[in-house]
């Protein structure tokens, strides 16, 4: 049986590195303006996915620029809500204009991970997700309450695993602010992207093998040599017979 998986990068955020990625990804998240981004890097980055044949989906944030959308607890309620739907409705609109449909919503940073635990805040996301036009997938971290409220919602859920992040024995992402939480050297990357996608494993920071099934992997395009990193994990990949594309409802 062939195994396939998507692989995906955070792009639009002011890095280097979005270019040569989009040669290597199946599918990226675009920031829509709450972390990083505006207009015209929407606008870009939508016109060399369309250029290399890789789905774009919204990467909308906390509105914290400052903090990059990295800082825990920053927003919630209806507030959340309608900073959310302005960033996602703001790329869908560019992305239809630039003849592109919008694949799949995935929040960004501190969003994400407290998504992951906190039911109403996975609700919040799940609902912009739901009512955005012409999309049904939402993107977050497997067993999360993200995934049940893509499930509440009528969403397809795209599970989705780390190659450049370490995790807990639990499942989780080791908190950016623990030494260890994002690898650097990229064999090692390269090695955790090929048991994600054929094994469906991982090992945790405690040594600790754990199961980890994903539909797709992320590659931070903000890592210092992103390119270089993504073009290592998809020779990885092919070299051990995974086919890379975009993620598939089957």
């Given amino acids: 049986m062939t195994v396939s998986i998507d692989l995906n990068a955070d792009l639009g955020e002011g890095?280097?590195?979005?270019k040569p990625l989009l040669q290597v990804v199946s599918s990226c998240n675009v920031a829509c303006g709450g972390h990083s981004g505006d207009a015209k890097s929407m606008a870009a980055t939508v016109r060399l996915a369309l250029q290399h044949g890789v789905a774009v989906g919204a990467h909308p944030s906390y509105p914290d620029r400052?903090?990059?959308?990295?800082r825990?607890?920053?927003?919630?309620?209806d507030?959340?809500?309608e900073s959310l739907t302005a960033q996602a409705s703001a790329f869908v609109d560019i992305a239809v204009q630039l003849g592109a449909s919008l694949a799949h919503l995935k929040p960004h940073g501190a969003l994400y991970n407290d998504a992951a635990m906190d039911a109403d805040l996975a609700d919040i996301v799940a609902r912009v997700a739901a009512?955005?036009?012409g999309n049904s997938?939402?993107?977050g971290l497997p067993n999360s309450e993200l995934q049940k409220a893509a499930s509440r919602h009528a969403l397809n859920?795209?599970?989705?695993a780390f190659v450049d992040r370490a995790y807990t024995a639990e499942g989780r992402l080791v908190a950016r602010s623990e030494a260890g939480a994002v690898h650097h050297d990229i064999e090692k990357i390269a090695a955790q992207a090929v048991t994600l996608a054929t094994d469906k494993t991982v090992r945790a920071i405690n040594g600790k093998i754990i199961k980890v099934s994903a539909d797709t992997l992320c590659i931070h395009g903000d890592i210092q040599g992103a390119d270089v990193v993504a073009?290592?994990?998809r020779a990885a990949l092919e070299e051990n017979g995974v086919v890379i594309r975009e993620w598939a409802e089957t």
């Avoid at 890095?15 to 979005?18: L, S």
């Fill in 72 to 77: 825990s607890g920053f927003m919630t309620g």
């Fill in 157 to 160: 859920f795209v599970a989705e």
């Fill in 131 to 133: 009512e955005l036009p």
């Fill in 231 to 233: 073009r290592s994990v």
């Fill in 79 to 81: 507030a959340l809500y």
């Fill in 66 to 70: 400052e903090g990059f959308g990295r």
């Fill in 15 to 18: 890095k280097p590195y979005d």
């Fill in 137 to 139: 997938r939402l993107v």
